[in-house]
């Protein structure tokens, strides 16, 4: 079991209370609601990676723009948030594949929108999970339509 939480002190609470679930608790990190946060700028990000794993925490899940971003050839890339996350540690899960529709028309809207300049077609939802997997090495994906990361897995022998 994978309990999960916006609310940073319940994940902060099973960690101290609950041994049984506090390996596997999960931070559905929204720090991209307060003002000015950047996942491109750590200063932005509070309470920071660190601090998040000293106090604990292991797995953290924020939205797929959070933890990608175009490199200077429009190449799909782990963002800044992405790469201090993982020298902190923590494990990452990433929502939600496939909740914006098609990404032809839109470029995939919210979960997208730091690589929207990238996003053209419905392939490039191959090109965002193989990011996800092989560069920032997340641990899962919330997907709202799951045959896309089974087949990838299973492709790619994930």
């Known amino acids: 079991m994978f309990p999960q939480s916006f609310n940073l002190d319940d994940v ?7 041994a049984e679930f506090a390996t596997q608790s999960v931070y559905l990190d929204d720090r991209y609601d ?9 200063e932005t990000w509070s309470p920071n990676m660190e601090t ?18 175009l490199d200077d050839n429009n190449a799909i890339v782990p963002s800044e948030y992405a790469k201090a996350a993982k020298a ?10 496939e909740r914006s529709g098609l990404l ?6 919210w979960y997208y929108q ?6 053209d077609n419905e392939g490039d939802t191959y090109e965002l999970v ?3 997997a092989k560069d920032v090495g997340v641990i899962g994906i919330f997907s709202d339509w799951p045959a896309t990361v ?3 897995a299973n492709c790619m022998g994930m």
């Open 114 to 119: 730091s690589i929207a300049d990238a996003i």
């Open 34 to 42: 307060m003002a000015g946060f950047d996942p491109q700028n750590s």
């Open 130 to 132: 193989d990011v996800l």
């Open 52 to 69: 998040l794993a000293a106090d604990g925490v292991n797995i953290i899940a924020p939205p797929l723009w959070v933890l990608v971003t």
């Open 88 to 97: 902190a540690g923590l494990k990452i899960i990433a929502w939600s594949l």
């Open 104 to 109: 032809s028309q839109g470029g995939g809207g």
């Open 150 to 152: 089974t087949y990838y």
């Open 12 to 18: 902060k609470y099973w960690i101290a209370n609950a």
